[in-house]
Structures are given as C-alpha cells and as structure tokens.
C-alpha cells in the first residue's frame, strides 16, 4: 500500500467514525526547514480549535508490520482522548498587552528556511535566525505554541524590536536553562524519562540567581564522554539557551576552557571543552553524520560547528 492509499483509507475510516460529530480532512502543513507533512485534521463548527494528526510515523509503523486494525484504533485514541470539547478563548493572544508576558523565541536554519520567513517577523544570527512563538499556558494543551507571524504584528501594532525585547526576558524566565554532562542525558534516557519533561515537576525551586534572576547556578560533574547538553528544563526548543546571558560563559568557566558548539537539533546543542584533542573538521563530520543519520528534518538546526571565546565572551560560526 503506497502512502496516498495509506491516507486515504484512514480518512475514509475515520469519517464514517466521525459522521455527524466533526469533519474530518487531509491537510498538507509546511513544518520547520520547509518539510511537509500529511495530518487528519477533525473540525467541529462550534468548537474554534481543530486537531491534527500526523500520519507520516503511522505509516512507518504498518511498513515494519503493524496491522491496519491496530493503526485504526491507535488513531482512534489519540483523537479521543486529546479532543478539544469547548471554545478556547482566544483574548490571551489578541491583545499584545496579555500576549507579550509569553512570548518566547527560538532559533531555527536559515537556508532552508528562507521562504518562510519572509512571513514571519526574525532576526539572522550567524547561519540561524531567531523566530518568536507564543507558548500556551494551558495545562490541556501541555507544550503547545503558537508561531507569530507578520499579521500578527500588524494586528498588535508592534515591531520585531519590542518582540525581541520580551523575548530576551520571557524566554530564560519560562524555559530555564539546563546544563548537564552526556553520560546523565543517556543515563535519563536508558530510564524512559528525558524527552518532554513537565517542566512544573523537573525545574527545581531553589536554583534562580543572577542580575537577571534566571540563571542556574550550574554545577555539572565532569564527564568521561568530555561532552556535555544544553538545553532547557523542558526539551523544547531548547539550542536557543546559548542566547541566555552569561549561559555560555558559566559553562566555560565551570568546563575550563573554550567551548565548541555542536548543534544536535532545535532541541539541545552539544559543548566540548576546547583542549587541543579535536579538530573543526572530525566535529562538523561528527554533527552532518548524525544530521543525516539521526534527527528528524523538521529538527535540524545546522550542519556547521560554533565557538565560544571566553576572551572575546562572543560565538562565531567555525
């Protein structure tokens, strides 16, 4: 069964599942680096939000084997148990003056988002640009945002400066930074409990300080990989922490030394102490190796290396 017939026979289950409770439809939505994805998407007239689902690693798993049944009722449950059953009011967001306590930003490629952004207010930074989302604070809707486009601005009457301006503060405040050694990080995931943590139950209390009152006052022990994550609490967007201030130099003085950057994905970046045992070249293979090889399109964040100099307290692409 090609992916179209694949698609289409899950449409046509889930529309006569659906009659006379919501509309069901195929969307094509373009998703970050420019990458397409196919989802279900469930509309009702008098609820404002529709649900998605994306189809693509459903398919993955009925090419490894998965029945069509098993795939049917997977879709089936996470369409009722995720559905929206009222209104969501909106007002959070239609006025700058409630919407800018959340607005957040992140980094995302450049390249291959060329196109896009001309849609949507950013800065470039380096090879990257800086793009602004708002992040829900809805305990039903855990991790959603909302991507702010040029209307949007149009209809706050705002510029990309006074975003940038919010951002800068609501970002390390929200979505605090976390910075540990690559041994913990496999260790947290060989336990089933890394990825899209709930940030409420993992930040801990006790760790603000600094002119800013954001910053972590990190500790991390030294790891026998020599490399280390940051990111934030909640695994989200989380490469943008080395725009935090006074992130990167912390992490230089506790390491003791220069820092090479490895962009692993939108989600993390790697550090490695610079101590003479590696070259440019072996890391920018290392990083388009497990580009190509292990993260997802719509997650890649740059094929180059970065550098961080306690001296001049700046990153430059390598």
């Not at 829900?136 to 601005?153: G, R, S």
């Not at 947290?188 to 930040?203: A, G, Q, T």
């Not at 490399?227 to 695994?235: E, K």
Request: aromatic share 12%; hydrophobic share 35%; glycine share 4%.
């Amino acid at each position: 069964m090609t992916f179209q017939e694949f698609m289409f026979h899950i449409l046509q289950v889930m529309q006569e599942e659906m009659e006379g409770e919501a509309e069901v439809s195929l969307r094509e939505i373009v998703k970050n680096n420019g990458v397409m994805l196919n989802g279900l998407t469930f509309t009702k007239k008098e609820i404002n939000i529709s649900p998605t689902i994306y189809l693509e690693e459903f398919y993955r798993e009925y090419k490894d084997g998965k029945t069509m049944d098993e795939i049917m009722e997977e879709v089936k449950e996470i369409y009722y148990t995720g559905k929206p059953d009222h209104d969501v009011d909106m007002d959070f967001f239609t006025e700058y003056r409630k919407a800018k306590e959340r607005i957040v930003y992140k980094l995302v490629n450049y390249e291959k988002n060329k196109e896009f952004l001309e849609h949507i207010p950013h800065r470039k930074f380096l090879d990257l640009a800086i793009v602004y989302y708002y992040l829900v604070d809805m305990k039903e809707f855990a991790n959603a945002t909302i991507l702010i486009h040029n209307k949007h601005l149009e209809c706050w009457e705002v510029g990309e400066e006074e975003l940038y301006t919010h951002a800068k503060i609501n970002t390390p405040t929200l979505l605090k930074v976390n910075f540990c050694g690559m041994m913990e990080v496999l260790k947290e995931i060989s336990e089933e409990d890394f990825l899209w943590k709930d940030s409420d139950k993992n930040e801990p209390d006790d760790v603000l300080n600094g002119e800013n009152g954001y910053l972590l006052e990190m500790h991390v022990k030294k790891d026998e990989t020599g490399m280390y994550v940051l990111s934030n609490f909640s695994r989200m967007y989380g490469a943008t922490s080395i725009l935090y201030e006074g992130v990167l130099e912390s992490c230089a003085k506790q390491l003791g030394a220069n820092l090479f950057i490895l962009p692993s994905s939108v989600h993390e970046v790697i550090l490695i102490p610079d101590e003479g045992q590696v070259t440019k070249d072996k890391l920018e293979q290392m990083v388009q190796e497990v580009n190509e090889t292990q993260v997802e399109a719509q997650e890649l964040l740059s094929d180059f290396v970065y550098y961080y100099s306690v001296e001049t307290r700046g990153i430059v692409r390598l």
